[in-house]
């Protein structure tokens, strides 16, 4: 099964999405099963996971119900309050919900690395590998160090990089930074990646597969087929490129790789990470 790891669903509102921002005009209406529908069958994507876009519990319960009427979206990235005392509860009121196969915080918008270190916020992440659920790490690339100081806390907890860590990207120069930083990371097998929202990070007024491939490169050699799934971050894609045209991107990208490698990070990957059924 071909599984776009990453995209997103939503009802737009601009009290709920105040991250939309002015610039991002084309994500201001609703995203739905149905437009999602249309993507992937153009695609040739058979499964989905769907990844919640504000921190929630309303849109975790929101995107399950979605998922269970639908048969495609095949997986569930939710919100949970994992600096709460009651976090055990809140587990067990998804502990019936077969799709939920991960959580993740939106670390990437918080002021400080200051949550990756709180006590509250461990305590929280070490209830879910006896809940069955994957951590999504999602991080900006200056974050990274800490991000690893974090997953060493946890070691048999299953961790996915969010969108390679969003390093900035460039046709003229490459972060050298990041690709220590995430080899560093991807030495830790415990933790997956996520080939995913690379174009919204170009930083030229044009982007191509060679701006990104040297990115690609050192994510396939860190974390390798077996650790490394395709996704598209859609919609928030389309801020630079169309659903279709980053599928077509990935697989030029993994073109060179042999058949059962690239199949691993069409889908298989992600099967495996996220214990997909089907897959």
């Known amino acids: 099964m071909r599984i776009d ?28 099963p149905a437009d999602l529908k249309d ?4 695609a040739g994507i058979q ?3 769907a990844v919640q876009a504000r921190q929630t519990l309303e849109e975790t319960r929101w995107l ?19 600096v709460d005392a009651d ?21 990437q918008d918080e002021p400080d690395d200051a949550l990756m270190h709180h006590a509250d916020f461990h305590r929280g992440i070490s209830r879910l590998a006896a809940a069955g659920l994957v951590y999504d ?16 806390r946890h070691p ?20 050298r930074l990041w690709a220590g930083q995430t080899r560093e990371f991807a030495r830790r097998d415990h933790g997956a990646c996520k080939l995913s929202g690379m174009a919204t990070e170009v930083r030229d007024p044009e982007w191509t597969t060679e701006t990104i491939r040297p990115y690609f490169e050192t ?3 860190a974390f390798g087929p077996d650790r490394l799934m395709f996704g598209t971050d859609w919609p928030v894609c389309l801020l630079r490129c169309g659903y279709r045209q980053w599928v077509s991107a990935a697989e030029e990208l993994i073109s060179s790789l042999s058949t059962s490698d690239q199949a691993r990070i069409m889908g298989l990957t992600a099967g495996r990470v996220y214990g997909l059924d089907g897959s």
């Open 5 to 32: 790891s990453h995209l997103h669903l939503w009802r737009y509102n601009s009290l709920e999405y105040p991250w939309i921002n002015d610039g991002m005009s084309i994500l201001r209406r609703d995203y739905l």
């Open 39 to 42: 993507q992937i069958d153009q």
């Open 47 to 49: 499964g989905t996971i």
């Open 64 to 82: 399950l119900e979605l998922a269970r009427a639908r048969s495609f979206i095949v997986g569930v990235v939710g919100w949970v309050p994992l």
């Open 87 to 107: 976090i055990d509860r809140v587990l067990a009121e998804f502990s019936g919900e077969t799709k939920l196969r991960a959580v993740h915080h939106v670390l």
């Open 137 to 152: 790490v999602l991080i900006y690339a200056r974050r990274l160090a800490s991000a690893i100081e974090f997953v060493d």
């Open 156 to 175: 048999r907890q299953p961790f996915v990089i969010d969108h390679i860590a969003k390093p900035v990207i460039a046709r003229m120069s490459f972060d």
């Open 219 to 221: 994510v396939l050699d």
